[in-house]
Structure formats: structure tokens, C-alpha cells
């Protein structure tokens, strides 16, 4: 079963431009982790945010947790054509991870 | 750099064949996870397995699927028989314990004729 739901489901934008993608959640969790996954490829982790953090950055992203809504927002700034892919939140649900169905992402060139 | 590796890449083969898929994990992870991706239902979790013993599988169709692992290098997942509805691509990934990053393999492609 799916734990976190992303939205939007697909956006497309201008290389340059930034991108953010939501995620909600449903029960309480521990942590919520954000992962990336080119055509082809296997999912990629790119940053974990603990539920007592409100916001996380590295390097162009910048991942923000609000407890009180269950919901998380991964922004990715000045945006490349190769950040084109699939974003996916996962959350700890019984002990292990639960990935929603993800934000397919184009950036444009 | 340490990676999780999957084989076979691809497989194609008739309905009603055994199906077996291997995960090699990364040395030192004490969790292994089986995923099942397709485009209607997204990325299912199919079984996960801590310090080799089974700790959920209850996403797996226990009739015909099957998971092990046999020692800390080798997670396998087995389709016996196998069906048109399980063409998907199949993840191995893992970790250092069920809620932290995980690693993916890149996944067996799966087609059932």
C-alpha cells in the first residue's frame, strides 16, 4: 500500500526555472525520505528529513516537513534538463518505507 | 563505489515458466528489500528480509512468489508458475535498517507472454 502522494503528478518546465513537488502523508512518521529515478534506472536517495526538522537543503534542494499537515514539499531550484525524472517520497510505515506514486518531472531546455 | 546488482536485467519468457530473479546486496546492509514497479500501481513493496530473516512479505502473492536468502550476499525472488500479470520490473534494494536510505539495483525487467 501507498503511504505518501505526490502532486503534481507530472510538471514540465524551463530549464532555469524552479521546480516543487508535494507529498502527503497519512499516518505519523518517523522520517520522510525523498528519492529520484531516471527511465530505466533504480530509484536514487537524495535527502531524509527527520519529523522533528522542518527544513532540509542540499546542495540546489531544499526539502521542507510540516508535521501538523503531513505533508512535505521538495523544491529544486534553478533547474537543469538532466534533473528530468521521476520524484518519488517515501515514509516509514510498520518499520519500513512506503513510496507514493511519484511526480514525473521535464525540464525543458 | 558500492552498488546493488541485479540479474537478469531483462527476461522474457512464456507464462507457466519459473522465474527467478538474484540481488546481490551491498556488503554490510542487514536489510533487503523486493519491489515490484509497473505503471498502474507505481512501486509495491513485495517482501523485506532483516539480518536474512523474513520481516514482511505480506505484499507478495504467497501461491506462486517466493523470497530468500540464502546467505548475506544473495536475495532471490522466485515466480512459480508465472503469469502475463507479472510483467514488471522487479527492485532489489538495501539498507542499513528498514527506515533509512535505501539502495536500489536497477532492476529486472520482467515480461511474461
Not at chain 1, 514539499?73 to 518505507?97: G, H, P, Q, V
Not at chain 2, 552498488?3 to 556488503?27: A, D, N
Not at chain 2, 505480506?58 to 536475495?75: C, H, I, N, V
Request: charged letters at 25%.
Amino acid at each position: 500500500s501507498q503511504q505518501g502522494e505526490e502532486d503534481p503528478q507530472a510538471l514540465s518546465i524551463q530549464e532555469g526555472e524552479n521546480a516543487t513537488m508535494n507529498c502527503s502523508y497519512k499516518t505519523s512518521i518517523n522520517n520522510l525520505q525523498w528519492y529520484r529515478q531516471n527511465s530505466g534506472r533504480g530509484l536514487v536517495h537524495l535527502i531524509l528529513i527527520r519529523s522533528n526538522e522542518r527544513e532540509k537543503h542540499s546542495g540546489r534542494l531544499r526539502v521542507t516537513l510540516d508535521t501538523s499537515k503531513k505533508s512535505s514539499s521538495l523544491l529544486i531550484t534553478a533547474s537543469r534538463a538532466a534533473d528530468t525524472a521521476s520524484y518519488f517520497c517515501a515514509t516509514d510505515e510498520k518499520n519500513d518505507m512506503r513510496f507514493g506514486a511519484g511526480t514525473r518531472l521535464t525540464v525543458k531546455p | 563505489d558500492a552498488r546493488v546488482t541485479q540479474t537478469p536485467r531483462h527476461k522474457v519468457t512464456e507464462m507457466g515458466q519459473e522465474v527467478t530473479m538474484r540481488c546481490q546486496p551491498i556488503l554490510g546492509h542487514n536489510t533487503v528489500f523486493w519491489y515490484r514497479q509497473t505503471m498502474m500501481q507505481g512501486l509495491e513493496l513485495l517482501a523485506y528480509f532483516r539480518n536474512r530473516a523474513p520481516l514482511d512479505d505480506s505484499g507478495m502473492p504467497k501461491d506462486r512468489f517466493s523470497a530468500e536468502m540464502p546467505d548475506a550476499t544473495l536475495a532471490t525472488l522466485k515466480i512459480q508458475p508465472s503469469e502475463p500479470r507479472d510483467s514488471a520490473v522487479y527492485f532489489c534494494a538495501s539498507g542499513l535498517n528498514p527506515n533509512q536510505p535505501q539502495h536500489f539495483g536497477d532492476g529486472t525487467r520482467l515480461s511474461i507472454l
